[in-house]
Nanobody, 127 residues
Framework: QVTLVESGGGLVQAGGSLRLSCTASGDTLINYSVAWFRQPPEKEREFVAGISRENNLTSHDDSVRGRFSISRNGAGSAVFLQMSSLKAEDTAVYFC????????????????????WGQGTQVSVSS
């Protein structure tokens, strides 16, 4: 059982940067595979980036590869999404999700694989 909270969203101009944070209560995040999803207005929630439990393998969607980077803090208590070179199309509500008991050698990407979800944080990018 874990509760996730996202923070760090806001309004930025195109080309700018933001760092989103996902923190947990009830358990330690290093025990979970964690991913960021986003949901643009009137669109489906989509995978952005993920990190496997324990081994910290990472995966990034093609739309953000080279611009976004997922990582954990040293204590394993938080997961970050560092976003740079932001585009208007990155505008969305960003959600943190955690998955139990997944292989540390793969990164889950499907919504149905995740057991816990945060409430989301808004990222708005203006042109």
């Amino acid at each position: 059982q874990v509760t996730l909270v996202e923070s760090g969203g806001g309004l930025v101009q195109a080309g700018g940067s933001l760092r989103l944070s996902c923190t947990a209560s009830g358990d330690t995040l290093i025990n979970y595979s964690v991913a960021w999803f986003r949901q643009p207005p009137e669109k489906e929630r989509e995978f952005v980036a993920g990190i496997s439990r324990e081994n910290n393998l990472t995966s990034h969607d093609d739309s953000v590869r080279g611009r976004f980077s997922i990582s954990r803090n040293g204590a394993g208590s938080a997961v970050f999404l560092q976003m740079s070179s932001l585009k208007a199309e990155d505008t969305a509500v960003y959600f943190c999700a955690a998955a139990r008991d997944k292989s540390p050698w793969r990164v889950p990407r499907l919504r149905r694989e995740f057991d816990y979800w945060g409430q989301g944080t808004q990222v708005s990018v203006s042109s």
